[in-house]
């Protein structure tokens, strides 16, 4: 079937959060769409209840391609944040570029026959010279154009920015990267990054990083307070470097598991600061699950930053699949809806329909993309179609069997949940 034919799809359900200008009518009113030369030419309301749900293509915010698929070799962490760090370290001495193409191609694949349309990967960056996975990622982002939207960022200690000679290095590379591989996103495609947690002298190292990324012209994406200690307050600091420098809507935070064990009202004021930034937060709910909470007893805390508390507060929040196969996280997959799923489980996340756009409109928008993945007519007909029965059928694996739609053409199954 080619883009130019005229496809209709009977009956779905377009929640609330996705519709886009002109799409009107109650929650549980049923559409049909009719899809042509790549875009959705028509969409109108028809009578009796939805028969699937249909959703954009996904956005994942939050991916580490250059470790994906390593944990066979380097070996898991079982919970240990910072043995996970050692043992990726360690692995990563004998990367070498055909490797790294191997696994992060792998999965791009799995991410794309999965349902997914743009997803941002961090980069291990640990030194000053730019990392072998660089140049891998600028001839995949060049070989998935119009399939896959790619952004990277350096994920690079904080103390490495103490060296100012070494700090300007990275920032120039990414601002040159982005000078050569860059189109019209908002966003360009490389970001500067950072790991954040419980560091010494946390305001001033953190005041270098954003005069570098405001004096070239960079976003940023920091993993920030990555444990379950109360006195780990990077995500404010954060918050207020962000509206010094005049940076808002163009931060991203990763994590912020510590915001679920601090006192209500200190989240609150905290979570306050982060909307007046334009911050934009992510869940990672597998790995933290994983790595947050003892390992000698049962776990009490969820590793999962507050999501429903940001939302009330005005943040923007996203769901992100995070680490697969490695040593952060020894299990898991490119599906998105698999993530999603569990992050509804953990932070109770109801009703569900009502948070898809923490793995569609909302990552998009911070991705800065052409399209935020609200579904009208115009828009793109980059589109997943799922047998939903009900609301509560989504979670289930029969209601994740998908139909992917890419400019207006569906893909084959083989590979697709």
């Not at 940001?310 to 490119?334: E, K, L, M």
Request: charged letters at 15%; a negative charge.
């Amino acid at each position: 079937m080619s883009s130019g034919q005229r496809v209709i799809l009977q009956a779905v359900c377009l929640p609330p959060v996705l519709r886009g200008s002109g799409v009107e009518g109650p929650p549980a009113q049923a559409f049909d769409l009719w899809l042509q030369q790549g875009r959705v030419s028509e969409v109108f309301a028809v009578p009796g209840p939805p028969q699937g749900l249909l959703l954009p293509r996904l956005v994942d915010l939050h991916v580490h391609l250059d470790k994906s698929y390593t944990v066979a070799q380097a070996g898991p962490a079982d919970g240990d944040l910072f043995a996970a760090i050692s043992r990726m370290a360690q692995h990563r001495q004998g990367w070498t570029k055909a490797d790294l193409r191997s696994r992060m191609q792998r999965a791009l694949s799995d991410a794309y026959q999965s349902g997914t349309r743009a997803l941002r990967t961090h980069l291990d960056w640990v030194e000053g010279q730019q990392p072998l996975s660089l140049a891998v990622f600028a001839e995949l982002l060049a070989e998935w154009r119009g399939r896959l939207a790619l952004q990277c960022v350096s994920l690079t200690p904080l103390d490495v920015f103490d060296d100012a000679a070494v700090a300007q290095g990275i920032a120039q590379t990414l601002a040159a990267f982005n000078a050569a591989h860059g189109d019209a996103q908002t966003i360009g495609p490389a970001l500067l990054g950072c790991f954040i947690y419980r560091n010494p002298d946390l305001q001033a190292r953190l005041e270098r990083v954003f005069a570098l990324a405001a004096r070239h012209g960079l976003a940023m994406d920091l993993h920030v307070d990555e444990g379950l200690d109360v006195d780990a307050c990077g995500l404010l600091h954060v918050a207020q470097l962000t509206i010094a420098h005049g940076l808002q809507g163009r931060v991203t935070c990763g994590h912020a598991c510590s915001l679920s064990v601090q006192p209500q009202a200190q989240a609150e004021r905290t979570l306050a600061l982060c909307a007046q930034a334009g911050i934009h937060l992510v869940a990672l709910p597998s790995t933290n699950l994983y790595l947050q909470g003892s390992w000698q007893t049962t776990p009490v805390e969820r590793g999962i930053t507050r999501l429903r508390e940001a939302r009330a507060a005005g943040v923007s929040t996203s769901i992100a699949t995070d680490n697969v196969a490695d040593s952060f996280y020894p299990y898991g997959s490119y599906d998105l809806l698999e993530t999603f799923g569990l992050g509804a489980q953990m932070a109770h996340l109801a009703p569900v329909l009502d948070w898809l756009g923490a793995i569609t409109t909302a990552p998009a928008r911070a991705m800065g993309l052409a399209w935020d993945g609200a579904i009208a007519p115009g828009c793109p007909a980059d589109l997943m179609h799922l047998p939903l029965a009900d609301t509560f059928t989504l979670l289930s694996p029969q209601g994740r069997h998908r139909r992917v739609y890419v400019a207006g053409v569906l893909q084959p199954e083989e590979g697709i949940a």
